[in-house]
Each structure stands twice: as structure tokens, then as C-alpha cells.
């Protein structure tokens, strides 16, 4: 099946169409899920819980735009609900925790982790500097449009950016001892 069957046979509810989307996608949105969240509990419950809203609404998808771009949005949104109406403490504390190191302001330090030290790292910033990073550096969205999104000013989420890519640094050059973050 191609994907437009696939889309077809989820929105008249047959299982086999349902199946063969979740092995198609599965993988990308789980690491969609695992770098929205801190720790991969909270990431299996939003990717089972986004899974199933996919599915719910697949009937409002149009064949106008990226189907795989409109499952993200959903996966998104519900990570950040997820934040926002479980967590008491998601969003914006003006003082964040800043980790001490001496890292000089170079990207290029990332290139020498891997996919799954970055994907730790990131899982460890405060929720707010974790959501703003991934809004904002991974999924390409403006200053602008999460400061809207998220209800808060556009300075706001330019900081919390800014402090999530130095924590994010930090805790890169001293992955050694990253276990021992507490950051929230």
C-alpha cells in the first residue's frame, strides 16, 4: 500500500491501513516524542496518547499539505499539552538553572556526540528551555510563532533558547557526569 491508501483504508477505520501507518511512522514520531519529553516514560505515553488522536481525526486531514508534517503538529501539541495541563511546573521561571562549565561558543562541539547523547542532554534542560529548543531549533518554528503559541513574550522564548543551547553545551562537554543533573 502507498501512502494515500494507507491514509484511505485509516479513515474508513480498517486495521491493516492503521498497522501499516503506525510501522511506517512509528519510528520518527517515538524520537519526536522522546526529545519533546524527559524521560522516555512520559515519551511513551505521549506517543501512545498522539498516536490515538491521529487516528480520531484522520478524517480532518485533507490531501492539501504533508500528511507526515500534520502528524507532527499533533504530536507537538499534544507533548506540550502534555507539559502544560500535567506538569505543575512547565512553564516560564525567570530563574532557570544555568549549568556551570566553561564552554566556549563554538557549534561545532556537537558533532562530536551522538544521537543518543544530544537526544540525553536535551532530555535533562528544564522543561520550558527543552520545549523552546525544540520548537524553535528542530522543528524550525519562529520566535514569533512560539512566543504565540505559547502564550508568553517573544523575549522570553528568544532567552529561554538562548539558556537551553549553553545547558545544552554544558551538559555535552560534561556528559560524565550528566546523571548526576537535577535540573528540575
Known sequence: MNLEEIIEGCKKGKPKAQKALYDMFAGKLFGLSLRYCKNREDAKDVFQEAFVKVFNNIQKYEDFGSF???MKRIFVNHALNFYRYSKSNMYVSTNDIDIPCEAKDNDSYIDNYTNNEILKAIQK?????????????????????????????????RSQNSKA???LRC?????ENIDNYKLE
Do not use: C, H
Not at 171 to 175: I, V
Open 171 to 175: 551538559l555535552l562537554l560534561n556528559l
Open 125 to 157: 534542560l528544564p522543561n520550558n528551555q527543552r520545549l523552546v529548543f525544540n520548537m524553535v531549533e528542530v522543528e524550525g518554528q519562529s520566535y514569533e510563532e512560539v512566543a504565540s503559541f505559547l502564550d508568553v513574550k517573544e523575549g522570553t522564548i
Open 165 to 167: 543551547k549553553a545547558n
Open 68 to 70: 507526515e508534517a500534520w
